[in-house]
């Protein structure tokens, strides 16, 4: 009898540590309540001017830690033509681009892509990719699920007090579970 006991405490001991990481629970940790991120606006960090790979504009408009990481949305404003970031992996996140003005050059994996004004693009996790601006200005929402650390890639980035050297890149890159593969797309 106490072997049968001691079974049973085994198992229900075990399941405890899987119950309490179940999406379930992971759902009712989230905000309960709505909120709106008016037209040129960031939420949380106002706005992000990058260094380094460009000179961008940021505008976080839902943080992974509105979602508990499952998500996070930025709308970029494009003030740099003719650049973009280097060829680049995601390891955890699969991102998604929505051009809202203006013209870019993409590549995913092996494939080129002329994107403009409505068009998409799905960037799967752990493929190689990059993308460069085309026209004078643009605008995309960049989509990333789950969240990952890219918020703090962009905050990291709009904090430098210099232009980063392209090893720096290659570095806030890496801790920020990204691995930077090659240079930046030519147009």
Do not use: C
């Amino acid at each position: 009898m106490k072997r049968n006991g001691f079974i049973a405490a085994l198992l229900t001991f075990m399941t405890i540590p899987l119950w309490a990481f179940t999406p379930i629970e992971k759902v009712t940790k989230r905000k309960d309540k709505g909120f709106k991120i008016s037209a040129g606006e960031g939420r949380l960090h106002g706005h992000l001017k990058l260094k380094g790979v460009n000179s961008n504009i940021l505008d976080l408009k839902i943080s992974g830690t509105d979602t508990n990481g499952d998500l996070a949305i930025f709308e970029q404003t494009s003030l740099s033509p003719g650049r973009g970031t280097p060829l680049h992996i995601h390891n955890s996140q699969d991102e998604i681009f929505y051009v809202i003005d203006g013209a870019y050059y993409f590549q995913v994996g092996d494939e080129k892509y002329h994107m403009a004004v409505g068009d998409s693009i799905f960037l799967p996790r752990k493929v190689p990719h990059a993308w460069t601006q085309k026209s004078k200005k643009g605008r995309m929402n960049v989509i990333l699920q789950p969240a990952g650390k890219l918020e703090d890639f962009f905050v990291t980035m709009a904090a430098l007090d210099h232009e980063p050297t392209p090893k720096e890149i290659e570095n806030i890159f890496a801790d920020n579970d990204m691995q930077v593969v090659g240079p930046p797309l030519k147009l």
